[in-house]
């Protein structure tokens, strides 16, 4: 399956790279989306390499019998079982696993999460957060499960021991949580920090209860990480940054005797 799949992808780039050559209908636009996508992975390099990773783990998965995968993906999940044996791997490796039908999501994130995100906190600040935010509300979550279960709050058959507890929606929504200090006049600011939970808990009735109250801990993360804005070298980033990216313009060719002049 892993190599069918690869396969197709060459014959899918080796065609639309032919198409390109020979000026084509829609090659343009082609060419230029190739240029705009190439501009945006030089401006945020890590998120595109997180997505490739978990796109790699996926494609991994598909190739797998679903039993299999769901194994895979319990031993990279963050329960109380592996929290237990290994602790430091699960926070971590389970924001980088995702279950296939999730791909349009963690897609989704890295275009207006991520990508974002990487631009004002840099290189190492973006997945630092990410990260941060992930295990945070991972470890939150699975300590208090069972409390929760006591207490009635759940009240499904949730496995805390052995349950599957992946994806990167907990590490995209402390950044977004974080990214609302991006805005500046202070009335939009506080809307954007009461409409965000709001929005969280609409999705209830497609992650569960157990998943959306730790989505809504990772968004309240990304607001107690305010002093991470104070950051100097992140300051003056923020005062440039802007929610749209805007690739560089290609120099244009210098005259004889002058010199090339880029466009803004």
Do not use: K
């Not at 990487?118 to 069972?146: C, D, K, Q």
């Not at 402390?174 to 920090?193: E, N, Q, S």
């Not at 969280?200 to 002093?227: D, I, K």
């Amino acid at each position: 399956m892993d190599l069918l799949i690869g396969l197709i992808a060459v014959v899918l780039l080796w065609a639309a790279v032919g198409h390109v050559r020979r000026a084509g209908p829609g090659s343009e636009w082609m060419l230029g989306s190739a240029r705009y996508a190439r501009a945006w992975v030089r401006a945020s390099p890590v998120a595109a390499l997180m997505w490739l990773v978990v796109m790699a783990n996926t494609v991994m998965l598909l190739g797998l019998p679903r039993s299999l995968g769901e194994q895979v993906l319990e031993a990279h999940s963050t329960n109380l079982d592996q929290f237990g044996s290994h602790p430091l791997q699960s926070l971590i490796t389970s924001a980088l696993w995702i279950d296939p039908v999730d791909i349009p999501f963690v897609t989704l994130m890295t275009l207006l999460v991520l990508g974002p995100a990487e631009r004002w906190l840099g290189h190492v600040g973006m997945p630092a957060v990410y990260f941060t935010g992930s295990a945070t509300a991972s470890l939150i979550s699975v300590l208090s499960a069972n409390r929760l279960l006591a207490h009635g709050i759940i009240t499904d058959d949730l496995d805390v021991q052995g349950m599957i507890d992946v994806g990167v929606s907990y590490g995209s929504l402390c950044l977004a949580g974080l990214m609302v200090y991006l805005i500046t006049p202070w009335r939009r600011r506080i809307g954007a920090m009461i409409a965000l939970p709001i929005l969280v808990q609409l999705t209830m009735p497609f992650f569960g209860l157990y998943s959306t109250l730790g989505h809504l801990r990772a968004v309240l993360l990304g607001y107690l990480l305010y002093p991470v804005t104070l950051i100097p070298s992140i300051r003056r980033r923020a005062a440039t940054w802007t929610w749209r990216f805007h690739p560089a313009e290609p120099a244009e060719p210098a005259e004889p005797g002058g010199e090339a002049v880029t466009r803004p």
